[in-house]
């Protein structure tokens, strides 16, 4: 029971003996090789994301009382990264003072599925009540109906993007899970974003693109060309999911054709591992971090391999999830201190130490873990999105 275990002993308490502030709530995320504190900045992100980690890890893995304790911390710290609009910060201080807001609107959405989990762990109702909060500010920012100043002139570049369809459809699929009054709403949007992922345009025959024109078709400029393939997989799986959650043949062969297409743009065949951008057509990347080897797209193209042998029973989805994991324990894992490195070069050198930034915390790996451990004792995948 290597990722149970690995979970409870050592990832976990990576973050729950360094990073909780129980003098102000919260977490930190900037973390150093060590776990030492290297800045007081807190990402809000994490906020939501640690709330999620913590609360999941006490309903499906173990009912450690520390999880429930660091959950119970963070939660109510929560309502300190809410500004007077309702919209949540990015970052705040340690205190949980705004310091910088986004426009996007993914704060909200991983305070929702936060509070969803941490209702269900600890049976607050007022959680529940939050999380429909943030979900309901998410949902209305997704939908137009809060205007956010849009990134790009809409006059000269009108492009959607794949990130907030697939960030959506997870956190219905949470929030369908815990908040059972209103489980059909939540059905319906991620039916809604199951729908637009497999038929919005992203889906290609060569790729699944990160951004398209507003009526779904191809843009060939270098950001319609993009491709991120940790995305990519990780959208693979969370369409798999719903496929079977919902009995949706279509999402779970398309999960399987998204894997496919993904694997010969994103893997690299000399030093191993999934990169961080390509262009569909080979031309460059404009990311200048494309071939950067980063901790979370190892994560859900394992999450994405062993669901689809798990369905389909190809060796090949196997091999694809063992190699990724043996390349992940020899590079990212640090057995001495604990946790995983984040960021490699391309030849899997090192690229810093650190163990958390505002981006990286706990979320991608221990969501791994936590899915592993259901394979790992026979348990149907179902389970952890009911």
Not at 205 to 211: F, I, P, Q, S, W
Not at 276 to 295: I, N, R
């Amino acid at each position: 029971m290597y990722y149970r275990s690995q979970l409870t002993d050592t990832l976990l308490p990576f973050w729950l003996d360094n990073a909780i502030d129980w003098e102000n709530g919260g977490i930190f995320t900037c973390l150093d090789e060590k776990g030492k504190i290297y800045g007081t900045e807190k990402s809000v992100w994490f906020q939501g994301r640690a709330l999620w980690s913590f609360s999941k890890a006490y309903t499906l893995i173990e009912r450690d009382p520390r999880y429930l304790k660091a959950a119970k911390n963070i939660y109510e710290f929560l309502a300190k990264c809410t500004d007077t609009d309702g919209r949540m910060y990015f970052t705040v201080t340690a205190e949980g003072k705004g310091i910088q807001k986004r426009r996007y609107y993914f704060s909200e959405t991983f305070a929702a599925i936060g509070c969803a989990e941490y209702y269900r762990a600890s049976g607050n109702r007022q959680a529940l009540l939050d999380a429909r909060k943030y979900f309901d500010v998410a949902y209305e920012c997704f939908t137009g109906v809060r205007q956010n100043e849009p990134k790009f002139n809409q006059e000269t570049v009108c492009l959607k993007a794949l990130s907030p369809v697939m960030i959506m459809l997870s956190t219905a699929q949470t929030m369908r899970a815990a908040d059972i009054d209103q489980k059909d709403r939540y059905a319906k949007i991620a039916a809604e974003c199951l729908d637009e992922i497999l038929h919005g345009g992203f889906l290609t025959e060569r790729a699944l693109l990160e951004n398209v024109s507003a009526d779904g078709n191809a843009v060939n400029t270098p950001m319609g060309r993009i491709v991120n393939p940790g995305h990519s997989m990780e959208a693979a799986w969370f369409v798999m999911l719903e496929g079977l959650l919902v009995d949706n043949k279509e999402a779970v062969e398309a999960g399987k054709k998204i894997i496919d297409i993904t694997i010969p743009l994103g893997w690299d065949k000399k030093h191993g591992g999934m990169i961080a951008f390509t262009d569909v057509s080979g031309q460059p990347p404009m990311q200048l971090e494309w071939d950067m080897k980063l901790w979370w797209p190892q994560c859900e193209t394992m999450i994405a391999a062993r669901l689809a042998y798990k369905l389909f029973g190809d060796e090949k989805y196997w091999w694809l999830y063992r190699d990724t994991e043996e390349y992940c324990k020899k590079y990212f894992v640090d057995e001495k201190y604990g946790e995983w490195y984040g960021y490699l070069h391309y030849d899997n050198t090192v690229s810093t130490t650190l163990k958390g930034n505002i981006f990286k915390g706990p979320f991608h790996i221990p969501r791994l873990y936590m899915i592993m451990a259901l394979f790992e004792s026979g348990t149907s995948i179902q389970t952890y999105a009911t």
